[in-house]
């Protein structure tokens, strides 16, 4: 079993910040982008954080489907909307300048909404809601993504693996944040096995044919293709009530298409007809309530925080000692990690090496 290597958080985030401006992304724009990552393995969610840095962001900015300037332009505004156009920029960028808009007009009104179209990979959804419940305001967030599940009784990738994300604020140290995909896996989960070199289990995957898959190298090839699928959030067919993810992976896809006037479906595969790879132009949205507006906030947390502690002190099953809430076993992680760093794997450390190399930084890591 390989060794767990770590590597300071402040000299990751140095990096980070100073490799995505390497690129050409502004300063305060890389901040942005460095911190999202980094949230992702504070969470422990090694699927999103500095392990998708380089094929997500910095290999995309290379190849130009994503552009490490993002110009945003407000197309409509109201007190309590907002509709954006990132025009191909920096996906956490952008959403982040749409949180900040939102939780300040959802403060003054008690409620706001926004959507964004021609965007690129926001990171993970629960960064948004966060930013809305350490505010003590209720955070919603969606958003579409290269085709990859497929319809109950479908074989073909139709739908991205769109999260829909809630953060609801609590009276203890941790909000209740849900952010998950409306698939079984992701495609986040199935690079990290292909990098990894595991397989992605059965019964996650279905090929045209209708067999699953488990290779996760041809998995990604078959997704890219379009001869492979995710099964949706219950699974294949009806038995196991597949229906239900693949309709709540719909109405992410509608939200973040249709409220923005955005693209949606097979226009976000980030390859062109002839076979070039061109823009991605995803889509997200957005909501934020402040519960001043209804109870109060603080009434608000401390009912939120009562159903949790219920939830976990509730009668757990044989040979379980433990029950927990979304969010719970993030905020652990983050205990366990805050003075140890973040977790790089071999395949990572070669990216981090790669890319310092590439950009001539004097970074040196503790793992050479």
């Known amino acids: 079993m390989e060794k767990e290597i770590y590597v300071s958080w402040e000299l990751m985030n140095d990096f980070l910040t100073d490799a995505f401006v390497g690129y050409g992304v502004p300063r305060e724009d890389a901040a942005i982008c460095a911190d999202v990552l980094l949230e992702s393995d504070r969470r422990g969610i090694t699927s999103h954080g500095c392990n998708r840095f380089k094929p997500i962001y910095i290999d995309r900015i290379k190849k130009g489907t994503l552009l490490p300037v993002t110009e945003l332009e407000i197309i409509k505004e109201t007190p309590t909307t907002v509709v954006m156009d990132a025009h191909d920029g920096m996906g956490m960028v952008a959403s982040h300048r749409m949180m900040q808009m939102l939780i300040e007009k959802a403060k003054t009104y008690g409620m706001a909404g926004g959507a964004i179209r021609n965007s690129t990979h926001y990171g993970i959804a629960g960064y948004w809601t966060s930013m809305a419940s350490r505010e003590g305001l209720i955070g919603v967030t969606g958003t579409n993504a290269r085709p990859s599940i497929a319809p109950t009784f479908g074989v073909e990738n139709m739908l991205g693996t769109n999260p829909l994300t809630f953060s609801l604020p609590t009276d203890e140290e941790f909000p209740f944040c849900l952010d998950c995909a409306t698939s079984i896996v992701q495609r986040g989960r199935i690079e990290y096995y292909a990098r990894e070199g595991k397989e992605t289990p059965a019964g996650t995957v ?110 757990k099953a044989p040979g379980n000692d433990r029950i927990y809430t979304a969010g719970e076993k993030e905020y652990l992680v983050w205990l366990d990690r805050k003075d140890k760093g973040v977790p790089v794997t071999k395949a990572v450390q070669k990216e981090l090496i790669e890319v310092r190399d590439e950009l001539g930084l004097s970074y040196r890591f503790a793992f050479e």
């Open 206 to 315: 279905i090929s045209e044919n209708g067999t699953p898959m488990t290779d996760s190298e041809a998995i990604l090839k078959a997704l890219v293709d379009g001869t492979a699928a995710l099964a949706p959030l219950g699974g294949i067919g009806e038995e196991l009530a597949g229906y239900k993810g693949y309709g709540y992976a719909t109405v992410v896809e509608i939200l973040s298409a249709a409220l923005a006037g955005g693209q949606y479906m097979k226009a976000l595969t980030g390859v062109a007809e002839d076979g070039r790879p061109q823009m991605y132009h995803l889509g997200h949205f957005f909501f934020v309530v402040d519960p001043e507006a209804f109870v109060g906030r603080e009434e608000f947390k401390k009912i939120a925080g009562n159903i949790c502690r219920e939830l976990r002190a509730s009668k």
